[in-house]
């Protein structure tokens, strides 16, 4: 054919016949090389064939940046340490491997001393969670030092897009780190490749020993089924004594009717309680209001101070488990450890003091812009709920009354009694509705009974 040459090649005593274009130039010809077999050309490949293996890692994905905004945050652990959760309004920025926190928006053009504290994103967890706090919209940031972060927007939106982007980046800074790991062992890799190989191709014992290798496996896989089948006779037989066990367990009726067994006063259900203890009033809130009269109605800020939550969860304890509470006992000398019990009884109701059903029509009510239309609404309403919600509201309002009277001492107004008990007292069911929303017309409900209680509900003058 034309144009077309054969060149006779000998190498290592081996002829190849290699054809190439006449007209090839001579840099095309110095390009063109005969490529023979020896025993170290599979190492010649593998090293050339390093920048392949290379290319197969996948690029990072594009980090997401965010315009830099407050957003509420509790740190609940430090390296595995866990700290006292307590919520604060903070600045937070989103970098391509960092979250940042400062306590407020000017520290942030300070040097990493002034910053509050630094989130490294690489191998970091972010989930939702709604079981580490009663606030909505919440999401757990975990890193691989074992610190633990919560992070809160009111606005589920805001709250969704921070979780979107800080999980995007956390993933794309993770990829990031281990593509870099493998490039830099990829070296390392490849070298144990080809000693392994050279080995394998120099010493024929290799191959002997392999068959023998592969034939003890299936000797202990064969062992390993065996084991498997006297397991699953060994699994039935635990199941059968269980369900027999089960079939001779009490129930919990019985064991209630024993004693063994006792319903507990937090968690419970108002009507329960009540008729477990043959009134319309616990006596727990009898006891915890009997107390704050008699020694609390002049305290600086009653019902606003928290108390020592570890004294409240001893005092909760006590009241649990039936044993004999005394509130004048020097360990309940705080009065603030004894309304804070009366909160934490309120907020772990069952089903609010203001039941799930008449939420929604109180908001209705509140809504009312006539003043006597809505005294005679939310008058009607009170005067349906259930007769242990009726006389426990009666009580509790007569006593905030009272509370008031002494408003010059303690210092607390009618609006900040309202703060604290509107979401103490009621709350929608599953969480309908907006949080911010709901938390308005729970306040303006509680501050509207209050100062309409005279008429509302008829009181003993004390």
């Given at each position: 054919m034309a144009g077309i040459r054969a060149v006779n090649?000998?190498?290592g005593g081996k002829k190849v016949l290699l054809i190439q274009p006449s007209n090839t130039s001579t840099e095309l010809e110095k390009a063109v090389q005969m490529r023979t077999k020896t025993a170290h050309s599979s190492e010649?490949?593998?090293?050339?064939?390093?920048s392949m293996v290379l290319q197969e890692f996948e690029p990072p994905q594009k980090t997401m940046q965010l315009k830099n905004e407050y957003l509420n945050v509790a740190k609940l652990s430090t390296e595995?340490?866990?700290?006292?959760?307590?919520w604060s309004l903070m600045w937070t920025v989103l970098t391509a491997d960092h979250l940042l926190f400062y306590k407020d928006k000017q520290e942030t053009g300070l040097t990493p001393s002034g910053k509050s504290d630094a989130v490294q994103l690489c191998g970091t967890v972010i989930e939702w969670t709604n079981q580490k706090s009663r606030r909505k919209n919440?999401?757990?940031?975990?890193?691989?030092?074992?610190?633990e972060y919560l992070v809160q927007n009111d606005c589920y939106l805001t709250a969704l897009k921070w979780y979107n982007a800080i999980r995007k980046n956390a993933n794309s800074s993770t990829k990031e780190e281990k593509g870099q790991l493998q490039r830099s062992n990829s070296t390392e890799h490849l070298s144990r490749f080809r000693s392994s190989s050279s080995y394998a191709s120099t010493s024929p014992s290799t191959k002997q020993r392999n068959p023998a290798h592969r034939r003890s496996i299936n000797v202990f896989s064969s062992t390993k089924l065996k084991h498997s089948a006297s397991d699953s006779t060994d699994k039935n037989g635990v199941k059968n004594r269980l369900k027999k066990f089960m079939t001779r367990r009490p129930s919990m009726k019985?064991?209630?009717e024993k004693g063994l067994?006792?319903?507990?006063?937090f968690g419970s259900h108002l009507s329960t309680l009540c008729k477990r203890e043959g009134t319309t009033v616990p006596q727990f809130i009898q006891t915890c209001l009997d107390a704050i009269e008699k020694r609390g109605l002049e305290t600086d800020g009653i019902y606003r101070v928290s108390g020592n939550l570890a004294t409240i969860q001893k005092l909760r304890f006590v009241v649990d488990h039936e044993e004999e509470l005394d509130l004048d006992h020097h360990q309940w000398e705080d009065i603030h450890v004894v309304t804070g019990a009366l909160k934490l009884f309120f907020r772990e109701l069952s089903e609010p003091l203001f039941p799930f059903s008449f939420f929604q029509p109180f908001v209705e009510a509140i809504k009312i812009k006539d003043h006597q239309e809505k005294l005679d609404a939310v008058r009607k309403l009170v005067q349906q709920l259930p007769r242990p919600n009726y006389d426990i509201m009666k009580l509790l309002f007569s006593h905030l009354q009272r509370v008031l009277l002494h408003s010059k001492k303690n210092l607390m107004s009618t609006q900040g009694i309202a703060i604290v008990f509107g979401p103490t007292l009621m709350w929608p069911n599953l969480d309908a509705g907006n949080v911010a929303v709901n938390m308005v017309y729970q306040n303006h409900i509680v501050e509207f009974i209050l100062i309409e209680s005279q008429n509302i509900f008829v009181m003993d003058k004390k």
């Open positions: 090649l000998e190498s010649v490949r593998l090293s050339q064939s390093k595995g340490k866990k700290q006292k959760k307590s919440v999401f757990q940031v975990t890193t691989t030092t074992g610190s019985t064991l209630q067994i006792k319903d507990q006063v």
